[in-house]
C-alpha cells in the first residue's frame, strides 16, 4: 500500500510495530465512542495486532486504511480509512466509498484531521474516485467540522449504515482538489 505525504503528515501503511499506539488509540472510550452501532473499545493488544494484520490485507488501488504519522517527528497521531461503508442488516445496493478518521487525544484540534483527509481524498481523486461519503455520528460535531471545511455537503441522517442513524456527508471528487492548503506526494 502506498504512503501519502502532506505538508506535516505521512499516511502510511500500518506496521506490527505500532500494536502499542493502535492499543492505546482504540482502547480508549473517547476514541472509539463515534465508531459504529455498537463501540467497543480494544481490550488487549493482541486485538491490535489482529486488526494490524487485517489493514494491511487492504491492497486496493485507491481505497487504504493508513496510520497518520507526524512528518516532524514521526510519532503516530491517528488512523485514516478510504473504503466501501458498511450497510446496516437488510439495507441493499452499493457500497459507497467512505472516508473516516479518528486521531489520539494528544494529536486533536490540530488540524490533522482535515490535513491527512485532504491529502487522502487528492490522492483518490487522482486514482479515478468520483465521489465519497463520511458517515458521521450526529452527536459528533468534531467530525462535523472537518466535513465542512472539506467542502462535504450535509445529506441528513440515515440508519443504511452501521445498524444506526448516522449523519452523512457527500462530496464529489471530480480529480479537483479538497479545499485546504494540503499538499501531497505520494511514495
Same mark, same amino acid.
Given at each position: 500500500?502506498? !504512503?501519502?505525504?502532506?505538508?506535516?503528515?505521512?499516511?502510511?501503511?500500518? %506496521? %506490527?510495530?505500532?500494536?502499542?499506539?493502535? *492499543?492505546?488509540?482504540?482502547?480508549?472510550? %473517547?476514541?472509539?465512542?463515534?465508531?459504529?452501532?455498537?463501540?467497543?473499545?480494544?481490550? +488487549?493488544?493482541?486485538?491490535?495486532?489482529?486488526?494490524?494484520?487485517?489493514?494491511?490485507?487492504?491492497?486496493?488501488?485507491?481505497?487504504?486504511?493508513?496510520?497518520?504519522?507526524?512528518?516532524? !517527528?514521526?510519532?503516530?497521531?491517528?488512523?485514516?480509512?478510504?473504503?466501501?461503508?458498511?450497510?446496516?442488516?437488510?439495507?441493499?445496493?452499493?457500497?459507497?466509498?467512505?472516508?473516516?478518521?479518528?486521531?489520539?487525544?494528544?494529536?486533536?484540534?490540530?488540524?490533522? @484531521?482535515? %490535513?491527512?483527509?485532504?491529502? @487522502?481524498?487528492?490522492?483518490?481523486?487522482?486514482?479515478?474516485?468520483?465521489?465519497?461519503?463520511?458517515?458521521?455520528?450526529?452527536?459528533?460535531?468534531? !467530525?462535523?467540522?472537518?466535513?465542512?471545511?472539506?467542502? *462535504?455537503?450535509?445529506?441528513?441522517?440515515? +440508519?443504511? *449504515?452501521?445498524? +444506526?442513524?448516522?449523519?452523512?456527508?457527500?462530496?464529489?471528487?471530480?480529480?479537483?482538489?479538497?479545499?485546504?492548503?494540503? !499538499?501531497?506526494?505520494?511514495?
Amino acid at each position: 500500500m502506498r !504512503s501519502i505525504v502532506t505538508d506535516r503528515l505521512i499516511l502510511r501503511p500500518w %506496521e %506490527e510495530g505500532d500494536a502499542d499506539f493502535l *492499543f492505546d488509540l482504540e482502547s480508549r472510550w %473517547e476514541t472509539v465512542r463515534y465508531l459504529g452501532a455498537d463501540p467497543t473499545p480494544m481490550r +488487549s493488544k493482541s486485538e491490535a495486532v489482529a486488526s494490524i494484520q487485517r489493514r494491511r490485507a487492504l491492497d486496493h488501488p485507491v481505497h487504504g486504511i493508513w496510520a497518520i504519522a507526524r512528518r516532524d !517527528s514521526n510519532a503516530l497521531a491517528g488512523n485514516l480509512l478510504l473504503k466501501p461503508a458498511h450497510l446496516s442488516a437488510g439495507a441493499s445496493g452499493e457500497r459507497p466509498v467512505e472516508i473516516g478518521w479518528h486521531l489520539h487525544p494528544s494529536a486533536q484540534s490540530l488540524g490533522f @484531521a482535515t %490535513e491527512a483527509a485532504a491529502g @487522502a481524498l487528492t490522492d483518490a481523486a487522482s486514482r479515478g474516485l468520483a465521489s465519497v461519503l463520511a458517515v458521521t455520528d450526529p452527536r459528533n460535531s468534531a !467530525s462535523h467540522r472537518v466535513c465542512r471545511r472539506l467542502g *462535504f455537503a450535509e445529506e441528513g441522517i440515515t +440508519s443504511r *449504515f452501521y445498524d +444506526s442513524p448516522q449523519l452523512v456527508f457527500s462530496r464529489v471528487l471530480s480529480g479537483d482538489t479538497p479545499p485546504t492548503p494540503a !499538499s501531497h506526494t505520494v511514495r
